[in-house]
């Protein structure tokens, strides 16, 4: 079974931090994707990246940066947390896989609470 | 632009009554189309993909080129469909998706 786990489930910070949210797959994945999850607005793409070290932006990266060093990692960032930044961040990650392309194998969440 | 739209946020249906979540995109190519379903407390999963043609917990998906839609339905809705429903697109060339914007889907008793 794919695993990909997020380093929290919950977490608060306040206005102006710098937070740090972990995804780790193990499932030797070359993708890997960060999305927030807001009600009505559904899974927005942040940033993903397709390889160690590259990285392209999604929809709405502003705010936010990663951080790719080692294929199973992928991190966001925020370099100064703001309340508009309270959300589910989900992480996910993919492969080809057989004939198939990459379904998208997604982390718990984390939600973050910016105070 | 690539766009997927689910028009419903809120499907309430009775125990036993057909379901039918409605999906519509904009895409100029071939896409893949996708349904995926998050239970409550339960993480996001792959339920069934438009290639595939399969059936998964009795969901059925069908892709209308003309329509542009990806609707899925259910003949008989279960208390343990309830969940939230989002449709995605992948565009051919990119392992990029478009997520719609999901719809709730609550099965009375």
């Known amino acids: 079974d794919v695993k990909v786990t997020q380093s929290s489930r919950y977490l608060v910070k306040r206005t102006g931090e710098k937070v740090f949210l972990e995804c780790v797959q193990d499932?030797?994945?070359?993708?890997m994707f960060w999305y927030r999850q807001d009600p009505g607005l559904g899974l927005r793409l942040i940033y993903f990246?397709?390889?160690?070290?590259?990285?392209e932006k999604g929809d709405i990266p502003e705010g936010y940066s990663v951080s790719r060093e080692k294929k199973e990692r992928f991190s966001l960032i925020l370099e100064s947390a703001s309340t508009n930044q309270t959300s589910m961040y989900l992480c996910?990650?993919?492969?080809?896989?057989?004939?198939?392309?990459?379904?998208?194998?997604f982390g718990p969440g984390t939600r973050l609470t910016v105070t | 632009a690539q766009r997927v739209t689910q028009p419903e946020k809120l499907l309430s249906v009775f125990k036993g009554a057909p379901v039918e979540l409605k999906c519509n995109y904009s895409?100029?190519?071939?896409?893949?189309l996708f349904w995926y379903v998050q239970y409550s407390r339960q993480r996001l999963q792959l339920l069934l993909r438009?290639?595939s043609r399969e059936s998964i917990k009795g969901f059925t998906a069908d892709l209308n080129k003309g329509e542009t839609s990806f609707h899925l339905k259910k003949p008989f809705a279960q208390e343990e469909d309830s969940a939230m429903y989002y449709c995605?697109?992948?565009?051919?060339?990119?392992?990029?998706?478009?997520f719609g914007t999901g719809t709730r889907l609550k099965v009375l008793a």
């Open positions: 996910a990650s993919s492969s080809p896989t057989g004939g198939f392309t990459y379904e998208q194998y």
């Open positions: 499932m030797d994945h070359e993708n």
């Open positions: 990246s397709y390889d160690v070290k590259m990285k």
């Open positions: 895409y100029s190519g071939s896409p893949e």
């Open positions: 438009h290639i």
């Open positions: 995605a697109l992948r565009a051919s060339g990119t392992y990029k998706y478009i």
